[in-house]
T-cell receptor, first 115, second 113 residues
Framework: AQSVTQPDIHITVSEGASLELRCNYS??????LFWYVQSPGQGLQLLLK??????LVQGIKGFEAEFKRSQSSFNLRKPSVHWSDAAEYFC?????????????FGKGTHLIIQP | NAGVMQNPRHLVRRRGQEARLRCSPM?????VYWYRQLPEEGLKFMVY????????ESGMPKERFSAEFPKEGPSILRIQQVVRGDSAAYFC???????????FGPGTRLLVL
């Protein structure tokens, strides 16, 4: 069965520093890949997605992610974080047609921004 | 263009009561997904519906839970005889077509006393 692993439960970064959140997936083919962000008590907002083509995708709020097939990874990056980036980040895969029709989510990475 | 709407945002029920959660998809979207988020967990897929049809309910508990998406009106997730373990955030997402990007609503936080 497909699965998504986000190895870091919590990450603390200083404001202005660079950020990388890790995501690995397990699936036989290339899935559709997503990163969502959730602020406390809120719904999920789509940051970016990868369906095909260029493996480096740009998203909103200055985020980008790179799909690496050989590593089954889809890591999220931002060159300089802002205090407003503090939130929960979820990586997800869509394996419709090869598994359940919904998204499979990782357990999330809680991002803390230090002043 | 309004986003996905869910109501109520917060719902408190006593054990044994029924909970009804409503989801109105984005305009032009005919595909609806329900997810459950337990504390400290990611979201878990429950059910995928199109208008008047349940397409995939592989993530739905076998008892007490049901979902519908009628021709007119919002999608409804219904939980009968709620138990404390049903306390969670329930999110709805919609998409314009199969395998298209899903857009999420703000969620309904269910608390069972």
């Amino acid at each position: 069965a497909q699965s998504v692993t986000q190895p870091d439960i919590h990450i603390t970064v200083s404001e202005g520093a660079s950020l990388e959140l890790r995501c690995n997936y397990s699936y036989g083919a290339t899935p559709y890949l997503f990163w969502y962000v959730q602020s406390p008590g809120q719904g999920l907002q789509l940051l970016l997605k990868y369906f095909s083509g260029d493996t480096l995708v740009q998203g909103i709020k200055g985020f980008e992610a790179e799909f690496k097939r050989s590593q089954s990874s889809f890591n999220l990056r931002k060159p300089s974080v802002h205090w407003s980036d503090a939130a929960e980040y979820f990586c997800a895969v869509d394996t419709s047609g090869g598994g359940a029709d919904g998204l499979t989510f990782g357990k999330g990475t809680h991002l803390i921004i230090q002043p | 263009n309004a986003g996905v709407m869910q109501n109520p945002r917060h719902l408190v029920r006593r054990r044994g009561q029924e909970a009804r959660l409503r989801c109105s998809p984005m305009k032009g979207h005919s595909h609806v997904y329900w997810y459950r988020q337990l504390p400290e967990e990611g979201l878990k897929f429950m059910v995928y519906l199109q208008k008047e049809n349940i397409i995939d309910e592989s993530g739905m508990p076998k008892e007490r839970f049901s979902a519908e998406f009628p021709k007119e009106g919002p999608s409804i997730l219904r939980i009968q005889q709620v138990v404390r373990g049903d306390s969670a955030a329930y999110f709805c997402a919609s998409s314009p077509d199969y395998q298209e990007t899903q857009y999420f609503g703000p969620g309904t936080r269910l608390l069972v006393l």
